[in-house]
């Protein structure tokens, strides 16, 4: 079941690192929604909550599923995120509630 874990945070990972990646948004999206639901309490080492909900915001946005951005961004925001990322945080929660259910 790790081993699960591990592969697809790999898969997000390298969506919130590197500039450029040959993923779809549809593959991110459903392999936020399977880290989320397998990382819920506890992750493994290694694997960040944030970097998971950051990932499932930004393409439910992107494929207009407003209603799981909005809940990503709501449990983002009760986590500790990179100072860098606060401002672009909140923009995205700001973006979000303008948008439809």
Not at 57 to 62: I, P
């Amino acid at each position: 079941e790790s081993a699960e874990v591990y592969y697809a945070y790999a898969m997000i990972y390298t969506y919130i690192t590197q500039p450029f990646t040959s993923y779809q948004t549809e593959a991110i999206f459903n392999t936020g929604r399977f880290l989320l639901s397998r990382v819920q309490k506890d992750a493994p080492p290694g694997v960040s909550r944030a970097y998971v909900l950051w990932a499932l915001a930004e393409a439910a946005m992107k494929l207009q599923c407003y209603k799981v951005g909005r809940k990503a961004l709501e449990l983002l925001s009760a986590l500790r995120v990179p100072p860098a990322w606060c401002d672009k945080v909140d923009l995205a929660c700001l973006q979000v509630r303008g948008k439809p259910m």
